[in-house]
T-cell receptor
Framework: AQTVTQSQPEMSVQEAETVTLSCTYDTSESDYYLFWYKQPPSRQMILVIRQEAYKQQNATENRFSVNFQKAAKSFSLKISDSQLGDAAMYFCAYRSGGSNYKLTFGKGTLLTVNP | ETGVTQSPTHLIKTRGQQVTLRCSSQSGHNTVSWYQQALGQGPQFIFQYYREEENGRGNFPPRFSGLQFPNYSSELNVNALELDDSALYLC???????????FGSGTQLSVL
């Protein structure tokens, strides 16, 4: 079974600074997807960024980028120019390739952004 | 384009009762999945429905059951509620062939 580990229960960052959230995963599969989701107080899970395992290039979405290290099974999220609205729980998630949409989530990292 | 909507937003039940949670999928989505998120934890996969058939299930007992309707709305039913069933229940919909899931804001269930 796949597992996802987020070793940082809480992180804080100053507004406009950069922060990196860590995630490691364990799998024996070669075809899979990795995701970062944001969960604000509204509770809705919002997709931040996704990475296909077969792509060597790290995904980027505006201020959000990942460092995908497939051999090390590491998938960290970098948030640049942090904004107050970035404050939320961040979850790393794994999904196998194919038609099974099951996501396996980590326990989350609570990000605080200080003004 | 409408989003994923869940009802009710909050619910209080007592141990042993039964509960039904509802989800309206995003327009055009034919796959729905349900997750349980206990306090301080990440969501855990309960099951998934595609075209009204269950096609994937997590490590949850049979008292957790579901339905998907022809209009792709969905229900999660939980029988014989236990205190540990207290959690946020999230519904997510997607279009077959896409890895993108769209989540609702959840139903917060409290079992007393």
């Amino acid at each position: 079974a796949q597992t996802v580990t987020q070793s940082q229960p809480e992180m804080s960052v100053q507004e406009a600074e950069t922060v990196t959230l860590s995630c490691t995963y364990d799998t024996s599969e070669s075809d899979y997807y990795l995701f970062w989701y944001k969960q604000p107080p509204s509770r809705q899970m919002i997709l931040v960024i996704r990475q296909e395992a077969y792509k060597q290039q790290n995904a980027t979405e505006n201020r959000f980028s990942v460092n995908f290290q497939k051999a090390a099974k590491s998938f960290s999220l970098k948030i640049s120019d942090s904004q107050l609205g970035d404050a939320a729980m961040y979850f790393c998630a794994y999904r196998s390739g194919g038609s099974n949409y099951k996501l396996t989530f980590g326990k989350g990292t609570l990000l605080t952004v200080n003004p | 384009e409408t989003g994923v909507t869940q009802s009710p937003t909050h619910l209080i039940k007592t141990r042993g009762q039964q509960v039904t949670l509802r989800c309206s999928s995003q327009s055009g989505h034919n796959t729905v999945s349900w997750y349980q998120q206990a306090l301080g934890q990440g969501p855990q996969f309960i099951f998934q429905y595609y075209r009204e058939e269950e096609n994937g299930r997590g490590n949850f007992p049979p008292r957790f059951s579901g339905l998907q309707f022809p209009n792709y709305s969905s229900e999660l039913n939980v029988n014989a509620l236990e205190l540990d069933d207290s959690a946020l229940y999230l519904c997510a919909s997607s279009q077959s062939g896409s890895e993108k899931l769209f989540f609702g804001s959840g139903t917060q269930l409290s079992v007393l």
